[in-house]
């Protein structure tokens, strides 16, 4: 191919890309509404994930020249059962935001042990960022559907205001 096809096709591949992540989004909102979301509760590896995530990410961290990091705590066990599925859309939709909003300095995510009892782990996930921040309006906005926090930022950032609706919805779900 040309230049200039190549540069079509990475353009068209890009649109599609985030028309199915569109779609995604909306059917993912219209089970959760609809009650119709079903969870799956299976073994799998929280570091694997971790590392599935961070991968995912890097290139985009790359980019604007962030560190990017992703790590469980020594206490918090490997295998674990829940969805994994699920909870990397949670970890990506944050990140990839925190990654989005942020100029310079870093993004992490960090899992640490809160209890374990009963042969259950309950588990606690943080995403920090030296990004700007937000006001406390901008907070209260911020995981509405279709809402952003600085309604300029679409423009500048592009994003339908959904994934952190979404991911709000399956942590409450998740009962977190």
Same mark, same amino acid.
């Given at each position: 191919?040309?230049?200039?096809?190549?540069?079509?096709?990475?353009?068209?591949?890009?649109?599609?890309?985030?028309?199915?992540?569109?779609?995604?989004?909306?059917?993912?909102?219209?089970?959760?509404?609809?009650?119709?979301?079903?969870?799956?509760?299976?073994?799998?590896?929280?570091?694997?994930?971790?590392?599935?995530?961070?991968?995912?990410?890097?290139?985009?961290?790359?980019?604007?020249?962030?560190?990017?990091? /992703?790590?469980? =705590? @020594? $206490? !918090?066990? #490997?295998?674990?059962? &829940?969805?994994?599925?699920?909870? *990397? +859309?949670? %970890?990506?939709?944050?990140?990839?935001?925190?990654?989005?909003?942020?100029?310079?300095?870093?993004?992490?995510?960090?899992?640490?042990?809160?209890?374990?009892?009963?042969?259950? /782990?309950?588990? =606690? @996930? $943080? !995403?920090? #960022?030296?990004?700007? &921040?937000?006001?406390?309006?901008? *907070? +209260?906005? %911020?995981?509405?559907?279709?809402?952003?926090?600085?309604?300029?930022?679409?423009?500048?950032?592009?994003?339908?205001?959904?994934?952190?609706?979404?991911?709000?919805?399956?942590?409450?779900?998740?009962?977190?």
């Amino acid at each position: 191919l040309s230049t200039e096809q190549r540069g079509y096709l990475d353009t068209v591949k890009r649109c599609s890309e985030s028309m199915l992540a569109l779609l995604n989004d909306i059917l993912d909102l219209s089970k959760i509404e609809a009650g119709r979301l079903e969870l799956e509760s299976i073994d799998f590896s929280l570091r694997a994930m971790l590392e599935d995530v961070l991968d995912s990410l890097a290139a985009k961290a790359s980019e604007k020249r962030l560190e990017w990091n /992703a790590f469980a =705590r @020594f $206490d !918090v066990p #490997d295998m674990v059962v &829940g969805d994994p599925t699920r909870l *990397r +859309q949670i %970890l990506m939709n944050l990140s990839g935001n925190a990654l989005k909003f942020t100029e310079q300095g870093e993004v992490a995510i960090e899992v640490s042990l809160v209890e374990r009892a009963r042969g259950e /782990a309950r588990l =606690r @996930f $943080d !995403v920090r #960022d030296t990004g700007p &921040g937000l006001t406390p309006e901008e *907070r +209260q906005r %911020l995981f509405r559907k279709f809402a952003q926090a600085d309604t300029s930022t679409t423009r500048k950032f592009g994003g339908t205001g959904l994934g952190l609706a979404i991911s709000k919805q399956l942590v409450e779900q998740m009962d977190g």
